[in-house]
């Protein structure tokens, strides 16, 4: 076993699932030197290649031959098939971090002979079987993450992992009882499963108060979940059949909170229906709007309708219902809903941006969408329709997904993806309620870390290619500590752009936003990474003025003075990460050069963050 070993292991492994990983190349440099390879005293240590296009099956007897891999991480891929056994010889690994793929079948038992491994992060793929009791025997384990598979049977009791500080199996098919000894565990991690009960989650049916007995399904129907028969077939829910007077009670009180919940969701979900304004003059409403949008969002009420269709520039109402007029799907999207579903959908306003209004879309059959209704876009239909499907061409886990667009000569709507958990934007400068959870620095390097990676990825499709109005509102968040960018490419789509929203973000060079370079998005993710540090809006960085400039005032405070007036605050009291917290401050500072030939290349911001996300992350 030696570099020569490693370097032929990593070759077959880019053979296999990473052909575009041309840099991956033996004839020219060191393996240690290549991208997301680490080395410790001339072995391999460290795969990290998140979210960066590796697809197929890991081939077998290859990742076996890195017996000094201590991490392993492969997030945000697309591979599929099974973790190959030989994994087992890798008895130096750590961490593993499979997240958001498409690996199927069993959980792999080779983990199961990783002495060291402290970190297993499976979430978000096909896993399927049982929850292998085998876990007991990984004593160093302090994460476990299983999340979004489907995995079902019995959750077996963790008593032998004393360290287990971070787990989740929610929205698996797991039932019975929670075993003892994960009661202590957020509700959070047990989510999406009507089969399981017993504490943290409601006590399972015929429960003695606190303690519930394993094998018992909860019997009080939530919405969704019809009470089913005892889920341990050896008659090891015998118990069940005798409920105690407090059960009794607590199901008949629960029974009627659930009934009384339904009833108002029903009365709010009918109250919503038809919100979503229609074109008058092309089909009647059904029935007056309980609500126009912008109502639900807390804005404004409007004075009149805002009908869909309702000529932006000039001429005549366009966006008939008629079914020649139709949705344009990009890339593979199947026709899963029309424009008919559109009009037809519960919308509210989510907010109004440079490029238009955007809404959120409840359609009658399920799925929920953000659809901009763009403004000032006067393109000619070719190269409109050009443009839409060049942007719906990049595909990449960090950016919100195009699924279609609607173009007419008076209406252009584009429709995306529906980002669930809102804004970095509403995170950092929304109301703080007394349940405000302080945002940790792992948190704010890892949606760094991903909105860097998603800039990188539109920078990497052209030498030309920027997003054009980099903010927080433009990053979503998908995750704890992930985001996504939202509006990549809008401004090659307006004709008259207004200058005004983002001017604090807008690097100084830049005096028409269609004219933006990949320079000036660094500059405006410099600014960002400033307000994800500093918690201020880069409109009223100090004092709640208005006019002062965020990242002149960060290079006004000397260095050691950064700690208490620079970082936010809830950065400050965490008392972790401080060498981390500077060197992000540091890139932000780079980032925001005057001149752009002084600003480093996206590439390289993402590589920079990624290194300090990983220091505080250890993934
Ligand atoms: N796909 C989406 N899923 C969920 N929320 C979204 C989505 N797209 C946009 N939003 C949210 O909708 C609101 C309005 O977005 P919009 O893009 O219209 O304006 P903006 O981001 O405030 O400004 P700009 O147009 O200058 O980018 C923002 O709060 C944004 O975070």
């Known amino acids: 076993d030696d570099l020569t070993s490693d370097q032929a292991a990593l070759v077959a492994f880019r053979n296999a699932v990473a052909p575009r990983l041309t840099e991956w190349n033996s004839s020219n440099s060191s393996p240690c030197s290549w991208k997301g390879i680490r080395c410790s005293s001339n072995r391999v240590t460290h795969i990290r290649l998140p979210a960066i296009g590796l697809y197929g099956e890991l081939p077998s007897g290859v990742l076996g031959n890195l017996t000094a891999l201590q991490v392993l991480s492969l997030r945000h891929n697309f591979l599929t098939g099974t973790i190959p056994s030989d994994l087992a010889r890798c008895t130096q690994l750590t961490i593993i971090n499979l997240d958001s793929n498409s690996f199927s079948g069993d959980i792999p038992s080779a983990i199961f002979s990783l002495p060291l491994l402290a970190s297993l992060t499976l979430s978000n793929n096909n896993f399927s079987g049982p929850f292998p009791a085998d876990f007991n025997n990984m004593t160093q384990l302090n994460t476990l993450y299983l999340q979004y598979n489907q995995l079902s049977g019995e959750i077996p009791d963790l008593n032998n992992l004393t360290n287990l500080n971070n787990f989740n199996v929610s929205y698996n098919n797991f039932n019975g009882s929670v075993p003892a000894s994960l009661r202590n565990m957020s509700a959070d991690s047990f989510r999406g499963m009507t089969q399981l009960c017993g504490q943290p989650l409601p006590p399972c049916a015929g429960a003695p108060s606190s303690a519930p007995a394993p094998g018992i399904v909860p019997s009080a129907p939530t919405p969704g979940n019809t009470p089913s028969a005892p889920v341990n077939p050896s008659g090891g829910g015998g118990s069940s059949s005798k409920l105690s007077g407090g059960a009794i009670a607590g199901i008949a009180v629960g029974s009627v909170v659930g009934a009384l919940m339904i009833l108002v969701l029903l009365v709010f979900f009918c109250g919503k229906r038809n919100a979503w304004p229609k074109d008058p003059a092309t089909k009647p409403m059904v029935g007056a709007p309980a609500m126009r949008p912008g109502e639900m969002a807390g804005l404004p009420k409007r ?122 934007s509403s995170l950092l400068h929304g109301h703080r309620g007394s349940d405000h959870m302080p945002l940790s620095f792992e948190a704010r390097a890892g949606i760094a870390l991903s909105a860097a990676r998603g800039i990188e990825y539109i920078h990497s499709t052209g030498p030309r290619a920027s997003h054009g109005n980099i903010k927080s509102s433009n990053v979503l968040l998908s995750g704890l500590n992930e985001a996504r960018i939202a509006d990549q490419g809008l401004a090659q789509l307006v004709t008259t752009p207004s200058l005004n929203r983002s001017a604090r973000y807008r690097a100084p060079e830049v005096t028409d936003i269609r004219k933006i370079s990949q320079k000036a998005d660094v500059y405006s993710f410099g600014v960002l990474l400033m307000e994800l540090l500093t918690g201020r809006t880069p409109s009223n960085a100090v004092n709640n003025e208005e006019g002062v400039d965020l990242p002149r005032w960060v290079q006004s405070v000397p260095r050691d003075k950064w700690k208490t007036e620079v970082f936010d605050l809830e950065l400050v009291k965490q008392q972790t990460a401080e060498q981390e917290m500077v060197l992000l401050l540091q890139l932000a500072i780079d980032c925001t050069a005057q001149h752009p030939d002084n600003r480093p290349t996206m590439y390289e911001v993402a590589s920079r963050i990624d290194e300090i996300f990983l220091s505080v992350s250890g993934q």
């Not at 059959?365 to 876009?377: E, F, Q």
Request: proline residues 7%.
């Open 303 to 424: 004075s009149s309708a805002y009908p869909l269709g309702e000529p932006v520039g000039s001429g005549p109402a366009s966006v008939a219902t008629s079914s020649s007029k139709k949705l344009s799907f990009v890339g593979n999207l199947s026709r899963v809903y029309d424009l008919e579903d559109l009009l037809r959908a519960s919308a509210e306003v989510l907010g109004k941006g440079t490029f238009g209004t955007t809404y959120k879309a409840i359609l009658e059959t399920g799925p929920v969408v953000a659809v901009k209704r763009l403004k000032d876009a006067n393109l000619p239909e070719k190269e409109f329709r050009d443009k839409v499907s060049e942007l719906g061409a990049m595909q990449n886990p960090y950016l919100v997904p195009l699924q279609a667009y609607y173009y007419s000569r008076d209406e252009k709507l584009l429709v995306y993806e529906y980002v669930p958990m809102g804004s970095l």
